[in-house]
């Protein structure tokens, strides 16, 4: 089945001890995306990529890190959680953008204390 | 920085009103707007780019330029319709804004 995996699902971590949430499509996408998702704010995009090694910011990319050695995967990375970082999380696939339908994931819940 | 604005957090219709979502958008250029849609226990998904002109599931938004507006309606709302939606606008340079969303709720 084509479809974008999330892992962990739902996280509780303690401030400064560093994450990793990983992402994975299988739909030979080159476009992969990171998202927050926050009350009354909508989804705000963190990170993207456009390819293997080619990574750019979104809006909101502050604490947050984010590698594509693999066509397929697009970990995001966390070195040091603060509690302002509790979130639900979306990573996104696409075939030739953003301006093209995204494949979302099915969320990560994270719970800094 | 465009943004995307949407008036309404929360919506209640019945079943067989007719339903409109509003998004209001900011952007100097010429837009690509999207409304996706996340449904209970399911993932965010697309489900119309004004680009595309299509009609799915019933609803329908038109691209009013001159309001700068991009209103997701359906003439006879189903319940099943119940969901969370998001307007959405792309600004170039592979930056997607979302609006803040609007939870519809369709009561029997």
């Known amino acids: 089945e084509a479809q974008v995996t999330q892992n962990p699902r739902y996280l509780i971590t303690v401030t400064g001890k560093k994450l990793t949430v990983t992402c994975s499509q299988n739909?030979?996408?080159?476009?992969m995306s990171w998202y927050r998702q926050d009350p009354g704010l909508g989804l705000r995009q963190i990170y993207y990529?456009?390819?293997?090694?080619?990574?750019d910011k979104g809006d909101v990319p502050e604490g947050y890190k984010v590698s594509r050695k693999e066509k397929r995967n697009f970990p995001l990375i966390l070195e040091s959680p603060s509690p302002n970082q509790t979130s639900l999380y979306f990573c996104?696939?696409?075939?030739?953008?953003?301006?093209?339908?995204?494949?979302f994931g099915p969320g990560t819940r994270l719970t800094v204390t | 920085a465009q943004r995307v604005t949407q008036p309404e957090k929360l919506l209640s219709v019945f079943k067989g009103a007719p339903v409109e979502l509003k998004c209001n958008y900011s952007?100097?250029?010429?837009?690509?707007l999207f409304w996706y849609v996340q449904y209970s226990r399911q993932r965010l998904q697309l489900l119309l780019r004004?680009?595309s002109r299509e009609s799915i599931k019933g609803f329908t938004a038109d691209l009013n330029k001159g309001e700068t507006s991009f209103h997701l309606k359906k003439p006879f709302a189903q319940e099943e319709d119940s969901a969370m939606y998001y307007c959405?606008?792309?600004?170039?340079?592979?930056?997607?804004?979302f609006g803040q969303g609007t939870r519809l709720t369709i009561n029997p």
């Open positions: 004004h680009i």
């Open positions: 952007y100097s250029g010429s837009p690509e």
């Open positions: 990529s456009m390819n293997v090694e080619v990574t």
């Open positions: 996104a696939s696409s075939l030739r953008g953003l301006s093209y339908e995204q494949y």
């Open positions: 959405a606008i792309y600004q170039g340079a592979q930056k997607l804004v």
């Open positions: 739909m030979n996408h080159e476009y």
